[in-house]
């Protein structure tokens, strides 16, 4: 399920990262690799900031569609 979906509070392992290659490269500067942990700290309208390798990222909604956990 992607990443949206996601309940808060609760860490999730990321299984696939999705998207064009410099999406996913992007994604991966930030911390989003296969395997990883991330577990979602608050959303507004889809919109969430995540916390992700013991920082916060702020991500919009298209980005965490494209982590599936």
Known sequence: MPLTMAEPGMP????????????????????????????VISMMNGN???KIKDSRV?????????IMI
């Open 12 to 39: 999730w392992q990321i299984k696939k990262i999705g998207g064009r290659e410099d999406t996913r490269k992007f994604l991966s500067n930030l911390g989003f690799v296969v395997g990883g942990m991330v577990t």
């Open 48 to 50: 969430m900031i995540v």
């Open 58 to 66: 702020a991500i919009d909604k298209n980005m965490a569609g494209k």
